[in-house]
């Protein structure tokens, strides 16, 4: 059962899609609870279901099976136009590929989903350019594609995935079309907005974006094999990395003895 403070929850969720007169079996029975504030990286290779996971998590798509729910309101009992609405009050998008128009300035780009929203033009113009100062392009607001950096140019996307307030951040492999240092920047960037309290996905390949998570979910063949704590947190709490373990087989006799000895001592 998920907790009092679920944003997301799933049971038993299975996608099947129909390659002509072929099954294609992309999620297999996937149960999955995210807490509000959390940081959760879904790792996998291609192919794992990782990026099918995402679509179904962000409203993109409904499963064949089995129930979603993201704050309450189950996926399945909603009309398409019900899911857009919900997605586009609760969900921020961040894609590989930053999708940028080629011709608008920064503040225009950001302000694209404040449109759809219905919030009126005198407001939108003023939330964008908050939006591009709380990622750090204040000064770059009159700024095109062209004039842009490819760091700058997510922070571009990353500023209209955010301009709506989301409490979800979804983002697909956000470092894979950047260098090193600008990826690194980008990283930064979101641990300072989960450190401010929003819910962060990062769909990524790459062990070392996933290790910067609190929380990595692994994937294979369409399911979670496993389910445990980021190298960053692990290394801030001096545990180990295991959110989720499985259960440790019980000490022989003699070592449980052994065991509680050791800690009466300890504790002396």
Known sequence: MPGPSALIDMQEVTKVYQMGETKVLALDGVSLSIDEGEYVAIVG?????????????????????????????????????????????????????FNLLARAPAWRQVELPLFYA??????????????????????????????????????????????????????????????????EEVMTLFEKLHAEGLTLIIITHDQEVADRARR?????????????????????????????EPALAPLPRPAVMEQIGETIHEAV
Not at 52 to 79: C, E, F, K
Not at 136 to 160: F, M, N, T, Y
């Open 216 to 244: 990595v979910i692994t994937m294979r063949d369409g399911a979670i094999i496993s389910d445990t704590r980021g190298a960053a947190a692990a290394a801030a709490s001096g545990g180990t990395n295991g959110l989720r």
């Open 45 to 97: 290779t291609s192919g794992s279901g990782k990026s099918t996971l995402m679509n179904i998590v962000g409203l993109l798509d409904r499963p064949t099976d089995g129930v979603y729910q993201i704050r309450g309101h189950s996926a399945g009992d909603l009309t398409g136009r019900q899911l857009a609405d919900l997605r586009n009050r609760e969900i921020g998008f961040v894609f590989q590929q």
């Open 118 to 183: 219905g919030i009126a033009r005198s407001a939108s113009r003023q939330r964008a350019l908050e939006a591009l100062a709380q990622v750090g392009l204040a000064d770059r607001a009159d700024h095109k594609p062209e004039e842009l950096s490819g760091g700058q140019q997510q922070r571009v996307a990353i500023a209209r995935a955010l301009v709506n307030r989301p409490g979800l951040l979804l983002a697909d492999e956000p470092t894979g079309a950047l260098d090193t240092r600008t990826g």
